[in-house]
């Protein structure tokens, strides 16, 4: 079964950089997406940047040009590369992986990590 740890959250000052990680462990099998979302206190859950094995890397509109997602070779880490932060991206920040393992469908999503930023 696929699990999934965040880190990297924290406290930084607006115009900041953080860095989040997100590792996986066990088989991941056939990936559909792998993503990040976040969640404001009181707000939905949101997409914030996702990438599908098929098709272009997206990203909330509100994160286009400060936000970077990318993952390494094997896909069982993925980043987000969070530059020019603002108070508004405050959230705990959450990883999704979406796939395939022996043609059953699965979605696993981390425990989140807490970003705060302050103006």
């Known amino acids: 079964q696929v699990q999934l740890v965040e880190s990297g959250g924290g406290l930084v000052q607006a115009g900041g950089s953080l860095r989040l990680s997100c590792t996986a462990s066990?088989?991941?099998?056939?990936?559909?997406?792998i993503g990040w979302y976040r969640q404001a206190p009181g707000k939905q859950r949101e997409l914030v940047a996702e990438i599908p094995t098929f098709g272009r890397t997206k990203y909330a509109d509100s994160v286009k040009g400060r936000f970077t997602v990318s993952t390494n070779n094997v896909k069982n880490i993925v980043y987000l590369q969070m530059n020019s932060l603002k108070v508004e991206d405050t959230a705990v920040y959450y990883c999704r992986y979406q796939g395939r393992i022996a043609l059953r469908q699965y979605e696993r999503w981390g425990q989140g990590t807490q970003v705060t930023v302050s103006s």
């Open positions: 066990g088989s991941t099998g056939s990936i559909d997406a």
